[in-house]
């Protein structure tokens, strides 16, 4: 059952990164919409499939826990080439390192994800995401 709820959970943020890249030409674009992804769910009152599942660590099978990995790699991955172009094209700073900052987003937003959802809601997730994009300019 875990596994088939990634499976599903995977194939939704699949379409909305898909969807990011085909919607938003410019890297900055991309990443605060990729940051709206999360948004929407501390207006919803949802947490991270992936990251509640990756508290449990050591203790998931084998399967799922390769899902779990997978789906972060995935992201990390996405937001790395993501930076890379923004460096390119000159709207993010040369200086950063793109794989650490492809982290550093996550760890932000998902920390702000759980953080918010019991704190300041949208509007203060909304203040970190726009700080986060500021930070890469």
Do not use: K
């Amino acid at each position: 059952l875990g596994f088939a709820l990634m499976g599903a959970y995977e194939a939704r943020y699949d379409a909305a990164l898909d969807a990011i890249l085909a919607g938003h030409p410019d890297a900055l674009a991309r990443i605060e919409a990729y940051g709206r992804l999360y948004l929407g769910g501390v207006e919803q009152g949802l947490g991270c499939l992936c990251a509640a599942l990756a508290t449990e660590g050591e203790a998931l099978p084998e399967r799922l826990r390769a899902a779990v990995v997978g789906f972060f790699d995935r992201h990390i991955a996405w937001l790395e080439a993501v930076l890379r172009q923004g460096q390119a094209e000159g709207s993010v700073r040369a200086a950063l390192d793109p794989a650490a900052q492809a982290r550093f987003v996550v760890a932000t937003l998902e920390g702000a994800l759980m953080m918010e959802r019991l704190l300041g809601g949208p509007r203060a997730f909304a203040g970190t995401l726009a700080a986060l994009c500021a930070s890469l300019r």
